[in-house]
Structures are given as C-alpha cells and as structure tokens.
C-alpha cells in the first residue's frame, strides 16, 4: 500500500515543489505565548509537497501514508471530521481571506518523515509547507510574514491549539547552521551560530502520546493569562508575563493560585535561561548550556508540570554521564522526545544504552534522530 501510494508521489508531474521542516527548540519553552525568547531552528527532517494547477474548481490533498484524501472547493470550506484536514483548511481559509477570488482548483500530494505528534511541530511544517506552496503555485504574492501568521491562525481556529508564533516561524525562518533567538513579543530574530564543539542534538522519541497535549497546552496558555492578569492590577506596566521579575512574582505568591504562581515563576526563569544560553553559545560553553537545559526540564517538570514519566525517565538516564552536556523535555509536553546534547563519538554508545533501558522499564521502543540545523520553507 505504502509502495503504490510512494509511487503515485513519484509519479506525480508537479508545477511546484516545496519542502518544510520541523523544527527543534533549544530552550525557551513554552515561553512564546508569553513574550518571552526562545531559541528554535528548522531541522533536516521535511515534509515534501507537490502541487499543480487543476481545470476545475476542485481542491485534492494527499497525505501518504494518510487515509481520507482531502476533497473540498474554495467555497466550501467546512471544518472536517478528518483532523489532519484541519490544518490546511485553515490555511486555505486565511489565504482566502487575504487574497479573495484568486484561489482556483489544484491538486497536492505530500510525503513526511517527520514524526507525527513528537513535538517536532509536523503540524506547522504542514501548515507552512502547505501555504507556501499554495503561495507560489497561485502566485498569491503573500509574504513569509502573512505566511507565518496565517498559518498560527489556522492552527488556533481550525486545529484548535492556541499555540504561540514560535513553531511557524522556525518552520520558514530557520537557518543552517543556526539557531534564532526570536524574539516573541517584536517577532524579529537574531542568529546564534549552532557552535557545540563535536556534540550533536539527539531527539528521543518516547513514543508517547497522552492525548493531553492539546488540553493542556490551551489550559497553560490560560493560567498564563490569569496570573499576569492579577498581576496587572498592580503593575500594569508589564504587558507579558515573560516580563515580569522573579522579586514581584513572589509578591503575589498568596494571591495567585499555586499552579498559576507555579507557571509564573517557570515563565520568568525559563526566559532567563534562553538569554543565558545564547552567552554560552557564544562563549563556546556547553557545559553551561547543557545544564540550563536540565534546568529547563526541572522547571517544565516541577513548576509547568508539563511533563510525563516517560520523558523524566529518559532525561534522568543521561545525568552524570560525562558525553552527555545537556536534556530536557521538548515541545508540548506529555509524550514526544528530549533533546540531548551528545558528544560525537558517545551517540552510538548511548542510543544503544538508553533504547535498552526505555524497553526494559516501559516495554516501548524509543525512536532516536540524530538531528542537524536546517534552512526554512523552501521552493525546490
Ligand atoms: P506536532 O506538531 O508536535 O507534530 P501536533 O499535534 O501539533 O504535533 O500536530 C500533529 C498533527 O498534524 C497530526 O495529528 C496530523 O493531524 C497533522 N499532520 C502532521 N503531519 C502530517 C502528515 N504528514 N499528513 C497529514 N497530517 C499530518
Ligand atoms: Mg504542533
């Protein structure tokens, strides 16, 4: 079945291709709904779009590997019971907005080795590969900006995740070779070179997925607001929670729930270290940065309580372990992968002890990537 499907992508005659990567962050998580700065980049793992134009009106998207193609028209575009078609109805359904009357009838097919759910952010790499192609097919003249903020609104209304501006930005801006310390309050970015001095980033997947990721992640978004709701009432001068210092959160430590205090104290830390990290970086220093990201992990863990067992495991696992500078806990949370800072010549090594380990302990089978820096979107 996978053959056939593979073949028919093979043989599709396309007018444009584009590949969209996922993406990694660094550190700064969760932080981008808050104003905060966070440190992702695009990754060599895509998703690969064809498209061409069609006579009729008559929208068709594929998925390899996916059941239910997409069958819809411009005039008809209805939330799904299918979710995946979700994300491109919603992109579908900006673009529309912003560019009326120009969308005509094609067809798309796309195969992905990008795992699904992983916190990898396949789904702005579906999104944006998505309206990129659509862009350039239908020569729509939108820009990567118009892109990256249509596509995080499709991902709110019509997929459902209040997510921040982070995933869809690293998916068009990332850079080889780079991270982007992108600022999410003036949505601009600075590169950091990806200096790590013979280490690689490995993505764990735990292969969990505990289906509260979506809840969740709208649940924090809401204690987010409601603690710098409360503490606004005093100190309206602070716009993001992000922004807010250790000293004054702890002036409401009594005020606030203690799982909004919680999220607070994480949020402000948590941008802390992404400042940090970019100075490590710099200064070629990845023992430091390796332990803000365990650091990250405790807060993720203890104050946004975002993790699992299966992540804390893994990230424990890797403590004391000399070729191991740095893990924590990426994405969402509740299942998806760690990222490790591993020394070269230690990964072998050291997948093959913690596969071992994982399986042992939850009878799950870990998929490890070993990852490299990416550019953006791209027109093949
Ligand atoms: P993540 O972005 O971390 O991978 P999400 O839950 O945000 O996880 O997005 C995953 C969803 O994106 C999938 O459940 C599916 O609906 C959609 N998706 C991702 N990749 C594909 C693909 N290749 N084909 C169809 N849908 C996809
Ligand atoms: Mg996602």
């Given at each position: 079945m996978q053959a056939i499907k593979l073949g028919k992508f093979l043989n599709f005659t396309a007018e444009i291709e584009v590949e969209s990567p996922g993406r990694i962050n660094l550190i700064g998580e969760h932080i981008d709904y808050n104003g905060g700065f966070v440190l992702p980049t695009a990754i060599d793992k895509v998703i690969h779009f064809k498209l061409k134009k069609r006579k009729d009106n008559l929208i068709h998207v594929e998925s390899i590997g996916f059941e239910n193609p997409l069958k819809t028209e411009i005039n008809n575009l209805n939330k799904s019971a299918i979710s995946w078609h979700n994300y491109l109805i919603g992109v579908l359904h900006y673009i529309n907005l912003l560019c009326p009357n120009k969308i005509q009838g094609f067809d798309c097919i796309f195969k992905s080795n990008l795992p699904v759910?992983?916190?990898?952010s396949s789904s702005a790499a579906l999104e944006c590969g998505f309206a990129k192609g659509v862009n350039e097919l239908l020569k729509l003249n939108l820009s990567n900006q118009d892109i990256i903020s249509l596509c995080q609104r499709a991902e709110h209304d019509f997929a459902g995740t209040k997510c921040g501006i982070m995933d869809q930005y690293a998916v068009i801006n990332g850079l080889e070779n780079h991270f982007l310390l992108l600022n999410c309050q003036k949505i601009t970015h600075k590169l950091v070179p990806a200096q790590l001095l013979k280490h690689k980033i490995v993505l764990l997947n735990t292969n969990i997925s505990h289906n509260l990721s979506t809840s969740e992640y709208n649940i924090r978004t809401k204690e987010c607001q409601s603690a710098l709701n409360c503490i606004q009432v005093k100190y309206p001068e602070y716009k993001f929670l992000c922004d807010v210092p250790l000293e004054i959160i702890n002036e409401f430590k009594t005020n606030l729930p203690s799982n909004h205090y919680k999220r607070a104290v994480f949020t402000s830390e948590e941008n802390q270290r992404t400042l940090k990290a970019v100075n490590f970086l710099k200064d070629g220093d990845v023992v430091q940065l390796g332990n803000l990201l365990y650091s990250s992990h405790k807060g993720l863990r203890d104050l946004y309580e975002v993790s699992c067992k299966e992540l804390d495991f893994l990230v424990e696992f890797t403590?004391?372990?000399?070729?191991?500078k740095g893990a924590r806990m990426m994405g969402g949370g509740f299942g998806g992968c760690t990222l490790n800072i591993v020394k070269e010549d230690y990964i072998t090594h050291f997948i093959n002890d913690i596969s071992e380990a994982y399986l042992k302990k939850f009878n799950i089978k870990l998929t490890p990537h070993i990852v490299k820096t990416n550019n953006g979107v791209k027109v093949l």
């Open positions: 759910g992983s916190g990898i403590r004391n372990i000399s070729s191991i």
